[in-house]
């Protein structure tokens, strides 16, 4: 018996009295984010948005008609009001006398800047042209799933007649720019009772008088055709039906975590990457199909889409039948270097004199049979939003395929779209990268006073990180704190004992899956002890030498593995203790283990030299505040130990150090920062006091 797949239809969520008490931009705007919050309409970053509103003109104080546009590069689920584009409508349409036609239709987006209306500084997009010249005042242009389907058929324009009627044109494939805009315009005057056109492989433009009616012409047309594909697909013939089994869960989570950092260091070598996986019910549908080395050849069609995705997937060669995870990570770089001669091929085939450089010739995609979806991308985020952009694509093969024949881009347009000089000049414009872009870090003792300071100070150089503590709720506060502050694309965290060889081991499979493989490490788990040595008891020296010593050991161990996956060096820094250089009375314990952890440290550079792996060491000083270890007894023992009152110790520390001033924790992040990057790529073995001087810790 066949089952049907069914989606959910798209269910308004205007406010009416909220809408009212808005001005015709806020109405654009409110438009604009409850259409992008939601995925099935368009993709993150995709499809435009646009109001043309009647203003004062700011030196004549006439009203003008101002066309308020989503700018280049924004999102319409979470743009503000500064994110549209502002230029005048009348200067708009008297570019349509300077066009030359098709061949120069490029050159027209120098002209847009000599449009825009109240100096607004926020750039026009591509599709400006596509908005200013709909003879609507309300415009969307979105990227839904189920009308990219249509769009993507080999016969898109006679189901978009049987669905439709005349209700919806159709228009064929045209790279977006203004030569698209005349085509729009044009439609609009010949087709005047229409609420719509779907543009070829591409995606919708719907048109109304109001914000409302857009916005719910938009909906209704969405849901129409959602219901439509609906009523024609059946679940076990989908992309062909299953060709395997995928694999539980479990087994699913630690393939991903063995294979990600063999990918990531095979394509790492120009630039670090970030990696995502996904193993959602779309995907391994997909990636257990009988349809998917043929789907996945084809490429996506949106253009969206395929600028996120590159040309085409790799299918890592596996069978989840057979299971043989070694035999697959033999065969990966034989895999991963006959996808980049394909891309190299296809460069050489599609370029043009003008064609910038080949680009990163490596894929984003990684389809695994019976396990599910990796992309690896500069950061996380972009990984992340990779992956969200071929669940669009998968959905879109599957509605089309249902009904249809899919269609993918062509070769040599998507050529044309990857390598256009208009989008390069765009990346051109981006930002250099942060120090440390693309670099996995994981810190232990994340919780705490220097832990979370350095997670602070390494996602500010543009690291991933994963916080580790034994805490669990000093844990979560943390996290959420440093998650407000640089968004959760960018942290996770892991309940780790480092005494735990097991936890040790299944923290580093958890860092692995999540962000692809790892380049720092900071050991900066402790805890800190005081007793005379005839009150010493065993159980405390074994304390002391388990977490200090032998989970530091733990901990570096397991990197080291991880590092040699990858084969792209790493870097270790150890945060010790003055006192591992310098004895202090009543402390013998915690002298001795912060002892052995500064000579780990050194051995550890010895093994690590000649795989590029530095080792290093931070040794702090009386860092007080925000640190765990002086919350409990450890406070008092100390101050009992120098004859001081406990409020007075910190004054103590200071007046003693050489130069007089307090250690923070910030200070042990500084210089942990400087070890764990470039800046310091010449250095192992070395020992950075930050103590503000103390002679008894000299180093010689």
Known sequence: MSTRHTTALLQSQWDTEHAAALDEPGRLLYRSNLLGADKRITNYGGGNTS?????????????????????????????KRDGFATLYQDKLESLKSLYRGEEFEDEMVAYLPHCTFNLNPRASSIDTPLHAYVPYRHVDHMHPDAIIAIAAAADSRALTQEIFGDDIGWLPWKRPGYELGVWLAGFCVENPDARGVILGG????????????????????????????????????????????????????????????????????????????????????????????ALAALGTSCPDHFLRTKIRPLIVPFSPDVNDVGGMLASLPGAVSSYRDDYVAYYERCKHTDSPAMRDPNAVVYLVPGVGMITFARDKATARISAEFYINAINVMRGASSVSTYCGLPEQEAFDIEYWLLE??????????????????????????????????????GAC????????????????????????????KVLMDVTDEALVQSSYKEVAREFGGLDILVSNAGI?????????????????????????????????????????????????????????????????????????????????AERGIRVNVVNPDAVLQGSKIWSGDWLQQRADAYGKDSAALQEHYRKRSLLKRVVLPEDIAEATCFLVSDTSAKSTGNIINVDAGNVQSFTR
């Open 51 to 79: 109001a043309k509103v009647m203003m004062p003109d700011p030196l004549t104080g006439k009203e003008v008609q101002v066309l308020w546009v989503k700018g280049s590069g924004g999102d319409v689920a979470t743009m």
């Open 528 to 608: 800190a002890s005081s007793a005379p040595i005839e009150d010493t008891s065993l159980e405390l020296w074994n304390r002391n030498m388990d977490i200090l010593s032998t989970g530091y050991f733990l901990v570096a161990r397991q990197a080291f593995r991880l590092f040699d996956r990858q084969a792209l060096g790493g870097a270790v820094v150890f945060i010790a203790s003055k006192n591992a250089l310098a004895a202090s009375p009543g402390a013998a314990a915690y002298c001795t283990a912060k002892a052995a952890e500064v000579h780990l440290a050194r051995c550890l550079a010895l093994e690590g």
């Open 424 to 461: 390069e000049a765009k990346l051109q414009r981006m930002p250099r990268p942060r120090s440390l872009a693309g670099r996995i870090a994981l810190v232990t003792g994340g919780a705490g006073g220097i832990g979370s300071a350095t997670a602070q100070r390494l996602l500010s150089e």
């Open 202 to 293: 591409h995606g919708l433009f719907t048109w109304a008088e109001s914000a409302e009616a857009c916005y719910l012409t938009t909906l209704e047309i969405i849901n129409k055709a959602i219901a439509w594909l609906d009523e024609r697909s059946q679940s076990e013939s989908e992309f062909g039906g299953p060709a395997c089994q995928s694999l539980g869960t479990e087994e699913r989570a630690e393939i991903a975590a063995r294979l990600m950092p063999e990918i990531r260091g095979l394509i790492s070598r120009d630039e670090y990457k970030v990696g995502h996986f996904d193993d959602s019910d779309e995907v391994l549908q997909f990636v257990c199909s009988k349809d998917l080395q």
């Open 465 to 492: 990180v994963v916080l580790a503590d034994i805490d669990e709720e000093l844990l979560d506060s943390t996290y959420r704190r440093l998650c407000d502050q640089h968004g959760p694309d960018v942290i996770r």
